[in-house]
């Protein structure tokens, strides 16, 4: 009898821990908070969706917005009852400290409606609601989001790697009327400005160089709004000074672009900071270059791309190599 009493609790556990829908899954760099499940998995190759970047006035739409595009993962999670939203965003929030993650923006409750009533949702209304989400048609997995949310929570963060930029919006719901609280992740993934970096070397940078008089150096970051070289940067650095000790008499301007976000003088200063910063990281790591390099910043001077977009002020915001005439 305790045989069989132990196999039913077995396939019971089994049962209980398995509520995942079918073939759905973690984002990469993003764990669940523990005991979730996943009850709405979503995945498009390219799509185009808006995230809020400041809060509702009452009653209104979010007053700012920023559209994104690329490779969309939408999950929707149910947190085991009896757990707060309060902690389990601190589970989002570690896992973006962890990732480190730009934060666009965050609220709580009525900070995000521009209200303190106990029924404040219209924040989440607009936020998911259909002409902002384009999940294979779907809204009905958003319902629970449009109801008392004087404890709901919101954040957005932006995370870079050496190939990819990863725009994040977590937003949930609190328990109510006997319901769990519940959890919106939405991933949109876009590739590097360029393909092909790794088959960049000494050789491709003289050949391009020598065509077109200028390289833009996919993957070379910087820390937000500093001249700190991440580290992810020294692969192409290393490509670089590979081209210029093969290349003695090449003389290069290793120039720093920005977004038009801010002030002139602040970007043109942050533009030379950063182009000093690779010329200084070159000169320490590679070799002696001597007169090779110049640094140049010219802040939001030359965008190749409109600076009144996320992804447009992102592939504005870079470092070029130029060839110098002799």
Same mark, same amino acid.
């Not at 937003?171 to 006997?178: I, K, Q, R, S, V």
């Not at 977004?259 to 030379?272: A, P």
């Given at each position: 009898?305790?045989?069989?009493?132990?196999?039913?609790? *077995?396939?019971?556990?089994?049962?209980?821990?398995?509520?995942?829908?079918?073939?759905?899954?973690?984002?990469?760099?993003?764990?669940?908070?523990?005991?979730?499940?996943?009850?709405?998995?979503?995945?498009?190759?390219?799509?185009?969706?808006?995230?809020?970047?400041?809060?509702?006035?009452?009653?209104?739409?979010?007053?700012?917005?920023?559209?994104?595009?690329?490779?969309?993962?939408?999950?929707?999670?149910?947190?085991?009852?009896?757990?707060?939203?309060?902690?389990?965003?601190?589970?989002?929030?570690?896992?973006?400290?962890?990732?480190?993650?730009?934060?666009?923006?965050?609220?709580?409750?009525?900070?995000?409606?521009?209200?303190?009533?106990?029924?404040?949702?219209?924040?989440?209304?607009?936020?998911?609601?259909?002409?902002?989400?384009?999940?294979?048609?779907?809204?009905?997995?958003?319902?629970?989001?449009?109801?008392?949310?004087?404890?709901?929570?919101?954040?957005?963060?932006?995370?870079?790697?050496?190939?990819?930029?990863?725009?994040?919006?977590?937003?949930?719901?609190?328990?109510?009327?006997?319901?769990?609280?519940?959890?919106?992740?939405?991933?949109?993934?876009?590739?590097?400005?360029?393909?092909? *970096?790794?088959?960049?070397?000494?050789?491709?940078?003289?050949?391009?160089?020598?065509?077109?008089?200028?390289?833009?150096?996919?993957?070379? *970051?910087?820390?937000?709004?500093?001249?700190?070289?991440?580290?992810?940067?020294?692969?192409?650095?290393?490509?670089?000074?590979?081209?210029?000790?093969?290349?003695?008499?090449?003389?290069?301007?290793?120039?720093?672009?920005?977004?038009?976000?801010?002030? *002139?003088?602040?970007?043109?200063?942050?533009?030379?900071?950063?182009?000093?910063?690779?010329?200084?990281?070159?000169?320490?790591?590679?070799?002696?270059?001597?007169?090779?390099?110049?640094?140049?910043?010219?802040?939001?001077?030359?965008?190749?791309?409109?600076?009144?977009?996320?992804?447009?002020?992102?592939?504005?915001?870079?470092?070029?190599?130029?060839?110098?005439?002799?």
């Amino acid at each position: 009898m305790k045989t069989k009493f132990l196999v039913l609790l *077995l396939f019971f556990s089994v049962a209980f821990f398995a509520q995942d829908i079918d073939k759905a899954k973690d984002h990469e760099l993003l764990t669940r908070y523990p005991g979730s499940k996943i009850i709405y998995y979503f995945q498009k190759d390219y799509n185009e969706l808006k995230f809020a970047v400041k809060p509702a006035k009452l009653e209104k739409e979010p007053q700012k917005w920023i559209e994104v595009s690329g490779h969309q993962t939408s999950i929707v999670y149910e947190v085991p009852l009896g757990k707060s939203t309060v902690e389990v965003m601190k589970n989002y929030q570690d896992a973006f400290k962890a990732n480190n993650a730009e934060i666009l923006f965050q609220c709580k409750g009525g900070e995000c409606d521009g209200t303190t009533a106990w029924y404040s949702a219209k924040f989440f209304e607009k936020v998911y609601g259909k002409d902002n989400r384009q999940s294979n048609g779907e809204t009905s997995h958003y319902y629970d989001f449009g109801a008392y949310h004087v404890a709901q929570r919101y954040m957005v963060g932006k995370i870079t790697t050496s190939d990819k930029v990863y725009f994040i919006e977590i937003g949930m719901t609190p328990a109510y009327d006997g319901k769990p609280v519940k959890v919106c992740v939405e991933v949109i993934e876009q590739e590097a400005l360029q393909s092909g *970096l790794i088959q960049i070397n000494a050789d491709v940078i003289k050949d391009k160089l020598e065509k077109e008089g200028k390289l833009i150096l996919d993957g070379i *970051l910087f820390d937000t709004g500093k001249a700190t070289l991440k580290q992810s940067s020294f692969s192409v650095l290393e490509m670089v000074g590979e081209y210029l000790n093969k290349n003695p008499k090449a003389r290069v301007y290793i120039v720093g672009h920005t977004d038009d976000v801010g002030s *002139l003088d602040t970007n043109l200063q942050l533009s030379e900071d950063r182009a000093v910063a690779v010329v200084s990281a070159l000169m320490n790591n590679y070799g002696d270059f001597g007169t090779q390099l110049t640094p140049l910043g010219v802040g939001p001077a030359c965008p190749v791309a409109t600076n009144e977009t996320e992804e447009g002020r992102m592939k504005n915001r870079r470092v070029e190599i130029v060839l110098k005439k002799k």
